[in-house]
């Protein structure tokens, strides 16, 4: 196999802690089907309005500079996608169960 799932969570805690609002990652699990990939459950602190978690997906069988890259990438998108609809309507973050794959 790849990067553990213990991995998964240091490189993703690691990354969430460069973040502002700071978000904490909540839980990794494999992704249903999948013994490659995993998804990463991060929640945002001092969340205003819900939802305040959503899930990014991750390839398991890379490198760990590769899996870093991609949370660091997939939490930016995330991130940048949120503040657009909160500027936008005023609702927050986008839907909880909303995934980035790789």
């Known amino acids: 196999m790849g990067i553990t799932l213990t991995d998964i969570r240091r ?12 978000l904490d990652v909540v839980g990794v699990t494999t992704r249903q089907g999948s013994s490659g990939s995993a998804e990463v459950i991060f929640g945002v602190r001092e969340c ?17 500079a ?7 990438t997939r939490l930016r998108e995330h991130l940048d996608a949120a503040r657009s609809i909160e500027t936008t309507d005023g609702k927050g973050l986008t839907p909880r169960r909303q995934r980035h794959r790789i």
């Open 66 to 72: 590769e899996c870093r890259s991609a949370v660091r």
């Open 48 to 64: 205003e309005a819900e939802p305040c978690r959503f899930v990014i997906g991750v390839n398991r069988r890379g490198s760990e």
């Open 11 to 22: 490189i993703a805690e690691d990354v969430a802690q460069e973040h502002d609002p700071p």
